[in-house]
């Protein structure tokens, strides 16, 4: 039975460090991606790496549907050691927020296609091929797992106060 674990906020230290790569695919790595699957739908997110689990592993979650059709059923991703393999190369500017960065959104450029690569629960070779908002959720997830917050890739951040932002300008 999946459980829900706690989403870990800035300035804890496991959301700066890079995460370690996963050998061990048995019992203990089915049931944390199984929590993870819980606490992402949970919180709500679309996207959720081991780190912020307090879990340093190299781990993603990622549900996301079709941009265009709000009905279409949502697609369910978990990749273990995942990696960008390629990349389109054209960039798009977007808002992103964060489970462990509450409060906050900013506008980020992030490449519009890239193939991903890595493993599935299970060990075996994965390769995902994303475009538009899968592609910028897949590189915010992977960004964890290398100790790098969408607030670093920022052109700005804007604090949300009930109905009032404050934009903060990043460098």
Known sequence: MAEL?????????????KAHKVSDFGPDLQRLIDDMV???????GVG???PQVDVSLRVIVVEFGDEDDEEAPKKLY??????????????????EGC??????????????????????RRGQPVRIKAEG???RIFQHEI???NGV???DRAKQVTKMEGEVEQAILMD
Request: aromatic residues 4%; charged residues 20%; without cysteine.
């Open 149 to 151: 917050l969408f607030t």
């Open 38 to 44: 819980e606490t992402m739908r949970a919180a709500p």
């Open 133 to 135: 908002w899968l592609a």
């Open 78 to 95: 978990a990749v273990v050691n995942p990696e960008i393999a390629r990349t389109s190369g054209e960039t798009v500017m977007g808002t």
């Open 5 to 17: 674990r706690k989403i870990v906020t800035v300035p804890d230290p496991v959301l700066r460090r």
């Open 143 to 145: 960004d964890h797992l």
């Open 48 to 50: 959720l790496a081991a």
């Open 99 to 120: 489970l462990s960065i509450p409060g906050f959104v900013g506008e980020v450029e992030r490449l519009k296609n890239v193939t991903i690569k890595g493993q599935n």
